[in-house]
């Protein structure tokens, strides 16, 4: 069983923001780290995935960079770990940025779907990995995409955002938190077409630097909880313009 992490200690704005890196490439974890400590970040190294979840258990990070292809846990693994015993509260999520050489569409979607928030493929340059770590930490400290106390509803779909459960007719269904958001956007908005960049500057913030796939890799993972029991479609797509949640006729 695998024991939830805690939230790191509060502490005050001017504190270094910790980074926890999983890299077992001495010359990448050293490159990597010294940029980063040069940025103003606690960093710390580890270089295999179960020394990184021992490492996320004692010293909750504010970050994981994480690398795929690790020794004795692979980056998808500690990354389905890690969400696994997170609360789902979305606020206690941790920002994971993946860090490969593996650089296919395949493995793109793979690390999303695992729970990646972020992909960045080997080799990189230095400015971008930190601007995408500002970006993760700047989307860490953003207001919750949905507000409590308030029940949204469309057919036979039912989101209560006080519990942040979902229902289809009789069945509850499980989404990760950003699924979540997504589908409390569209329920405050049926039958209006969202367009791509409106979906993602709501839900993933403004300052979102990651692939640009991933909300198509959400959609479909939404689309696929919706529809399980064969329930029928309702997010549909706007070819050249984004999304509308509607029935269709």
């Not at 910790?18 to 990597?32: N, Q, T, W």
């Amino acid at each position: 069983m695998v024991t939830p992490f805690p939230s790191a200690e509060p502490e005050s704005s001017d504190a270094p923001k910790r980074i926890l890196l999983v890299e077992d490439e001495p010359a990448i974890s050293g490159f990597v780290r010294r940029g980063l400590i040069f940025e103003g970040y606690d960093v710390t190294v580890v270089t295999d995935g179960r020394d990184a979840l021992e490492a996320i258990r004692d010293h909750p990070p504010d970050v994981l960079i994480l690398d795929l292809m690790l020794p004795n846990l692979d980056g998808i693994n500690v990354t389905k770990r890690i969400r696994a015993a997170e609360n789902t509260d979305a606020d206690e999520r941790l920002p994971i940025l993946m860090l490969t050489a593996r650089d296919s569409v395949a493995d793109r979607v793979a690390g999303l779907n695992a729970g990646a928030d972020d992909y960045l493929v080997k080799p990189f340059d230095f400015e971008e990995l930190v601007a995408r770590v500002r970006a993760l930490l700047r989307r860490t400290r953003q207001p919750a995409a949905v507000q409590a106390n308030e029940i949204l509803q469309f057919a036979d779909i039912t989101l209560d955002l006080t519990s942040r459960t979902l229902t289809r007719g009789e069945e509850e269904i499980e989404l990760t938190p950003r699924e979540f958001d997504l589908l409390a956007l569209f329920l405050r908005h049926p039958n209006q077409v969202l367009t791509r960049s409106t979906l993602m500057q709501r839900v993933w913030g403004e300052d979102f630097y990651g692939e640009s796939n991933v909300l198509e890799v959400v959609i479909g993972n939404l689309r696929r909880a919706l529809e399980i029991s064969d329930h029928p479609r309702v997010i549909q797509t706007v070819r050249g313009v984004g999304y509308v949640l509607r029935q269709r006729a």
